[in-house]
């Protein structure tokens, strides 16, 4: 028998577009986020998804750490950085994850009950880990690649924060800072992140693990949404 002869790499257009072609697999389309962008979640709803987010925004620079710890690229590694100091702040009291407090406030959670993850369900606690436990032991390209839903996001972000203000009286703009700072970070973090892939990920094999490895992080999101739905109908 003739060995079989490896599939010849995707051109740069179609791998893009592979990749851009998930964009209907994003949590933006999940039943939770209609709700949501409708002005129909309860206060109580909007409580168990914020304090539920707060674990997947916690764990985001422990993701982002564990890339850069399997990337033997230097350039690569100090551009990553940035999204490690995006999330964690330069001190405390600033960054990413501060803002996202400031959100679980608005909706009417306390500081603490937040922080030591009381309201975490179990099915986020498990897709979360699964995300970070992916960006461990994976190849640090298929990890990036992972990230790439910054492609889909930015549009949601500015919805999101239109449809918040207007359907929901005691959310002010200031409370949604999370979103109005990271809308402009994002879409240059997607730009920056589809490069990388792109020049990393050069033969068929690794192009389709970074299709696999998107279409996981579509999964791990969806997951979320669904536990936090169950779990807001549960209480």
Not at 7 to 29: C, D, I, N
Not at 191 to 198: D, G
Request: overall charge negative; proline content about 4%.
């Amino acid at each position: 028998m003739r060995p079989i002869e490896p599939k010849p790499p995707m051109t740069e257009q179609a791998f893009v577009a592979a990749l851009k072609g998930l964009s209907h697999r994003y949590w933006g389309t999940h039943p939770f986020h209609h709700r949501m962008h409708a002005g129909e979640l309860t206060e109580h709803e909007l409580r168990v998804w914020a304090a539920n987010r707060w674990y997947y925004q916690r764990m985001l620079p422990q993701k982002d750490a564990a890339i850069i710890s399997n990337c033997p690229l230097p350039e690569v590694r100090r551009q990553w950085l940035d999204r490690i100091v995006y999330h964690d702040g330069r001190a405390e009291g600033e960054g990413g994850a501060e803002r996202w407090l400031r959100l679980c406030s608005a909706v009417g959670l306390d500081r603490e009950e937040v922080l030591d993850e009381r309201h975490v369900a179990p099915g986020v606690r498990f897709a979360v880990d699964a995300y970070v436990n992916f960006a461990r032991t994976r190849p640090w390209a298929e990890a990036v690649a992972s990230g790439l839903t910054e492609m889909f996001s930015g549009h949601l972000m500015r919805r999101r924060v239109g449809d918040m203000l207007a359907r929901y009286e005691w959310i002010r703009s200031e409370d949604l800072a999370y979103f109005t700072n990271r809308i402009d970070a994002v879409s240059g973090e997607g730009e920056e992140t589809l490069a990388i892939v792109v020049a990393h990920c050069v033969t068929r094999e690794q192009q389709e693990a970074a299709v696999a490895a998107l279409s996981f992080k579509c999964d791990v999101l969806w997951s979320m949404l669904t536990a936090i739905e169950h779990a807001a109908a549960k209480q």
